[in-house]
């Protein structure tokens, strides 16, 4: 039994066709078909149920199935280690984030990394944490950036940094123009969040309810970016970590600090069992330096922060110096 053909039956597996695989492979269709016919041979069974019209995965094929991918990937892994030995650091790694991290963070990581490690090809997942830590254990992601991981007990969980969460506003909101506000005082308010599966969701619903009250939600959305705009609409107010600000510009939201400070934790994770590449520890290496250097940034007072943002605008009527409306009389 050899590699080649493990690899062409997998092809084949994966995509159910047999020129599909063959170009996969870079070979011709002839030369897998006899590669799959020297396989079943050796095995004395039938891997795939053939008609003219369609392949699939015999019962034996897909018995075999994992075990022919747990072989490559062992074979794969020594191939890998052998060549970090030798000091040769390519290879490819396939890195997670949450949405606004990607977003915010991921193009500064990537564009230093691939100046220091040309050999090294980078793919992006962005997806919620649960997601993410699926995909982790599961080995198609290597690493990834969230927010609040759930499986602790098998992951390997490094923390990068504390992210301020803040209160946004409609510009004309009746608690715009404070310095700071306490929770509780949103009791009454009709909440912009994030639907169930994002992480960020469940824990501005865990603070309110900590304050002594349970959020009043008005609309469900789909990205930190739809909060904004939602609550810059005058549809309700929104929390929003701070890697959310860049997104302001003219959208009609102030933002407003907590009287308590509120944060949300960023954290690195990857499977505890699970063999790291050199690739794979260049990258998460220059990932905590990055995020480290940000940290800094992440703890400048708000009103300097972001005041290119929030006063960087064309004056509204009824701001000083400015003629108010006939409405606004």
Not at 116 to 124: A, K, Q, S
Request: glycine residues 4%; hydrophobic residues 45%; negative net charge.
């Amino acid at each position: 039994m050899e590699l080649t053909q493990l690899r062409c039956f997998v092809a084949v597996a994966e995509t159910m066709s047999f020129s599909e695989a063959a170009k996969r492979q870079h070979v011709s269709q002839p030369a897998l078909s006899y590669q799959i016919k020297h396989l079943e041979t050796e095995l004395g069974c039938r891997l795939f149920d053939r008609t003219s019209r369609r392949v699939a995965l015999s019962l034996d094929g897909r018995v075999f199935l994992p075990l022919a991918r747990a072989v490559l990937s062992k074979a794969d892994e020594a191939l890998r280690v052998m060549h970090e030995r030798l000091g040769v650091i390519t290879g490819e790694v396939t890195f997670g984030s949450i949405s606004s991290v990607a977003a915010h963070f991921v193009p500064s990581i990537l564009a230093g990394f691939s100046k220091n490690y040309p050999g090294i090809r980078v793919h992006l997942r962005e997806d919620v944490t649960t997601a993410l830590e699926r995909e982790v254990l599961d080995g198609t992601v290597d690493f990834a950036i969230v927010s609040a991981p759930t499986n602790p007990a098998v992951l390997e969980v490094t923390h990068l940094l504390d992210e301020e969460l803040l209160l946004a506003v409609p510009e004309r909101h009746r608690l715009s123009q404070r310095t700071a506000v306490r929770l509780r005082e949103l009791e009454k308010e009709d909440f912009i969040v994030l639907a169930d599966n994002f992480s960020l969701a469940a824990q501005v619903a865990e603070i309110c309810r900590h304050a002594g009250f349970e959020p009043q939600v008005a609309y469900e959305v789909g990205s930190l970016d739809s909060m904004l705009s939602f609550t810059g609409n005058g549809l309700g107010i929104s929390v929003v970590p701070r890697l959310a600000l860049s997104s302001l510009r003219q959208l009609g939201v102030t933002i407003v600090p907590f009287e308590d400070l509120l944060t949300r934790s960023l954290n690195l994770i990857r499977a505890k069992e699970r063999y790291a590449t050199a690739a794979t520890r260049a990258l998460m290496v220059h990932v905590r330096a990055t995020m480290l250097s940000a940290s800094v940034s992440m703890t400048k007072p708000i009103l300097d922060w972001s005041d290119q943002i929030t006063h960087d605008r064309q004056p509204l009527p009824g701001d000083h110096g400015v003629p108010p409306t006939p409405e606004s009389n």
